[in-house]
C-alpha cells in the first residue's frame, strides 16, 4: 500500500520567513495531493491541493509543488504569521483507491513572534 | 459551502458502553464518508471507508463488529463503538467527499474524542 512520509516532524520559524514541509509517498499511481492544517483539537482543514496533470500550484501565501519522478511533493508558507502555527498534514491518494487518503505524520509548524 | 457536522463532540462513557457517533454533510450529498481515528500528537489512521446504501469497507487490522457503521442515507454515516473498553479511547473524526468523480476534497467534521472509563 502507499506509504506517505512527512519531513521535519517540527518546524520553527520567526514570523515573516517562509515554512517549508516535504513529503515523499511510494505508490506511483497516486495523483492527488491535498495538504490540511490542523490546530489543536479542532478538524484539520483542506488549505491546498495538487493533481499529478500540474507541477505546482498557488493561493496567496500558501503553494504546493510536486515531482513526480522523484514521487516528492512539498509545502511552502510564505510571509508566516503567527496563527500559521499549527500541525500539517500532507496526504496522497491513487487513482482508483476508492478516493482513500494516506497521511503523513504530521509537521507541528511554530511561527514565533 | 462543503460543511460536515459531527456529534457529539466529546462522550465520556463507562467501560462495555455502545457510544453513537454521527457525521453529517450539512450542504452536499456525500455518497462516501470516511472515519479516521487519532492519537494524542499522530496521524490520521483511517478506520473505514462508508459507502451510502451498501457496506463499509474496512481498514487491515479493524474489527467491523466492533466498530459498526451505517450510512443509510446520502447526507449520514453513524460509527457506533461497541462495548467500548479504555483502549477505544481517542479522537474520532469523520470526513465527506464532496463532488462526484475520483480524487475530490475531503471535507472534515470536528472530531468525537471518546474517553472509557
Known amino acids: 500500500g502507499e506509504n506517505v512520509e512527512q519531513h521535519p516532524s517540527t518546524l520553527s520559524v520567526q514570523e515573516g520567513d517562509s515554512a517549508v514541509i516535504k513529503c515523499t509517498y511510494s505508490?506511483?499511481?497516486?495523483?492527488?495531493f491535498p495538504w490540511y492544517k490542523q490546530e489543536l483539537g479542532k478538524r484539520p482543514q483542506l488549505i491546498i491541493d495538487?493533481?499529478?496533470?500540474?507541477g505546482e500550484k498557488k493561493d496567496q501565501r500558501i503553494a504546493v509543488t510536486l515531482n513526480k519522478t522523484a514521487k516528492h511533493f512539498s509545502l511552502h508558507i510564505t510571509e508566516t504569521q503567527p496563527e500559521d502555527s499549527a500541525v500539517y498534514f500532507c496526504a496522497a491518494s491513487r487513482r482508483g483507491g476508492g478516493n482513500k487518503l494516506t497521511f503523513g505524520t504530521g509537521t507541528q509548524l511554530k511561527v514565533e513572534l | 459551502g462543503a460543511v460536515v457536522s459531527q456529534h457529539p463532540s466529546w462522550v465520556i462513557c463507562k467501560s462495555g458502553t455502545s457510544v453513537k457517533i454521527e457525521c453529517r454533510s450539512l450542504d452536499f450529498q456525500a455518497t462516501t464518508m470516511f472515519w479516521y481515528r487519532q492519537f494524542p500528537k499522530q496521524s490520521l489512521m483511517l478506520m473505514a471507508t462508508s459507502n451510502e446504501g451498501s457496506k463499509a469497507t474496512y481498514e487491515q487490522g479493524v474489527e467491523k463488529d466492533k466498530f459498526l457503521i451505517n450510512h443509510a442515507s446520502l447526507t449520514l454515516s453513524t460509527l457506533t463503538v461497541t462495548s467500548a473498553h479504555p483502549e477505544d479511547s481517542s479522537f474520532y473524526i469523520c470526513s465527506a467527499k464532496s463532488g462526484t468523480g475520483p480524487n475530490q476534497p475531503q471535507h472534515f467534521g470536528d472530531g468525537t474524542r471518546l474517553s472509557i472509563l
Open positions: 495538487i493533481r499529478s496533470n500540474v
Open positions: 505508490d506511483s499511481a497516486s495523483n492527488y
